[in-house]
């Protein structure tokens, strides 16, 4: 069970990280700390695995990268082995299996150079995958994990205002805030300047890459600043895909009604095949498995869909952060001639 403060401390590193020179000073000014205890309480963190990394969480499609949750069907028998084929592709960054017949699933993101389809038909013939459903974001309700380290958080809990439904598509970039990108996707050094110590590493001044992550910010092409929890070393061992049958036309008010749960982590509208009905998916975490069921019975009887499944990750194959520009795709990218937006 972590501290109080060490939850409350993650709880504003999560949501409230600030793009200045000494963020660790202000996170400390918030808390009522001073930064020495605020640094030495973050490494430790570090150090236990409660915080994977803090960096900069970027929009794969307003960085012009395709990105795709899919959907495999292998037999139980051969999951592993293709599971390990599957978490060879560089673009895949999570991957696991959930107790369903259609059990392997893993997000995968590829350069604009890349087409994805040829990508994923590629990773299904290697693993003679059964059957497989390139299931992409049609639209996002809700995107931002943030864990309640406190426990203060209630888990049926309705957030009063509602952002709807987002489309955001490929956004022009510069080549400094391209530079921008690839800097700040790396883990935050935990320094009094951290931001010092990167902008020297890609030889671009702390004031210019302050700006310019600030400038990605109101784009939109950065969702947030923010440190990325383990969240099963955090206590949320339960980890539940929950799927959705909803009629067309009611997608847009169904979809900001179960976004609208403080539990709901992700919510997007994905295509639907003959084999797969369910257009609207929802991510949920929590300590028990039945705090899983009790919130999608919640809010199923709210947005009055009934017919909905759960699908529990039962192993995780891979879970790594999306890199995007890195030296094999600029590299790829003048092959073919590929030039930013």
Same mark, same amino acid.
């Given at each position: 069970? !972590? ?6 401390l ?9 793009l200045?020179a000494?963020?660790f000073?202000?996170?400390a000014? #918030?808390l ?5 205890e ?12 409660v915080?994977?990394?803090i ?6 499609r ?8 899919v =959907?495999?069907?292998?037999?139980q028998?051969r999951v592993?082995?293709?599971?390990e084929v ?14 369903h ?7 995968i993101?590829v350069?604009?150079?890349l087409? !994805?389809?040829s990508e994923?038909e590629r990773l299904?013939? =290697?693993?003679?995958a059964?059957?497989?459903w390139l ?16 426990g ?5 809990q @309705?957030?009063?205002?509602s ?7 490929a956004?022009? !970039? ?7 990108? @690839? ?9 009094? #300047? ?12 702390e004031g210019e ?5 600030? @400038?990605?910010?109101?784009k ?10 383990? /969240?099963r070393?955090?206590?949320?061992t339960a ?7 909803v009629?067309?036309?009611r ?5 900001s ?17 003959p084999?797969?009905?369910y257009s609207?998916?929802?991510?949920? /975490? ?6 899983c069921?009790?919130a999608a019975q919640?809010m ?7 017919e909905?499944?759960?699908?529990f990750?039962?192993?995780?194959y891979?879970?790594?952060?999306v890199?995007?520009f890195?030296e ?6 003048k ?7």
């Amino acid at each position: 069970m !972590l501290a109080e403060q060490d939850g409350k401390l993650l709880n504003l590193l999560q949501r409230e990280f600030p793009l200045v020179a000494e963020p660790f000073r202000v996170v400390a000014e #918030r808390l009522g700390s001073q930064e020495s205890e605020v640094l030495e309480r973050v490494r430790r963190l570090k150090e236990e695995g409660v915080i994977r990394q803090i960096s900069a969480i970027f929009d794969s499609r307003a960085l012009g990268y395709k990105s795709s949750l899919v =959907a495999m069907k292998v037999p139980q028998e051969r999951v592993d082995q293709a599971a390990e084929v599957v978490n060879s592709h560089p673009g895949v960054s999570h991957n696991y299996l959930r107790n369903h017949n259609v059990n392997l699933w893993f997000t995968i993101t590829v350069h604009p150079s890349l087409d !994805l389809h040829s990508e994923v038909e590629r990773l299904a013939k =290697a693993v003679q995958a059964d059957g497989v459903w390139l299931l992409p974001a049609v639209r996002v309700f809700k995107i931002g994990v943030s864990f309640d380290m406190t426990g203060e958080g209630d888990s049926a809990q @309705r957030e009063t205002t509602s952002s709807g439904s987002k489309n955001l598509g490929a956004v022009s !970039l510069s080549e400094a805030e391209i530079l921008a990108v @690839r800097a700040l996707q790396e883990d935050l050094p935990v320094v009094s #300047r951290p931001f010092a110590e990167l902008a020297s590493a890609f030889a671009v001044g702390e004031g210019e890459l302050l700006d310019l992550g600030r @400038r990605l910010l109101e784009k939109g092409v950065m969702r947030r600043f923010a440190a990325v929890i383990r /969240h099963r070393k955090a206590g949320y061992t339960a980890n539940a895909m929950v799927v959705w049958k909803v009629p067309e036309d009611r997608i847009e008010e169904v979809g900001s009604v179960l976004s609208s749960f403080s539990v709901v982590s992700h919510c997007y509208q994905r295509p639907t095949y003959p084999e797969w009905p369910y257009s609207l998916f929802t991510m949920i /975490h929590a300590r028990q498995e039945s705090e899983c069921h009790r919130a999608a019975q919640e809010m199923s009887r709210a947005c009055g869909i009934q017919e909905y499944e759960l699908l529990f990750s039962t192993k995780e194959y891979k879970k790594v952060r999306v890199r995007y520009f890195t030296e094999e795709d600029l590299e790829r990218a003048k092959q073919v001639g590929w030039r930013p937006c």
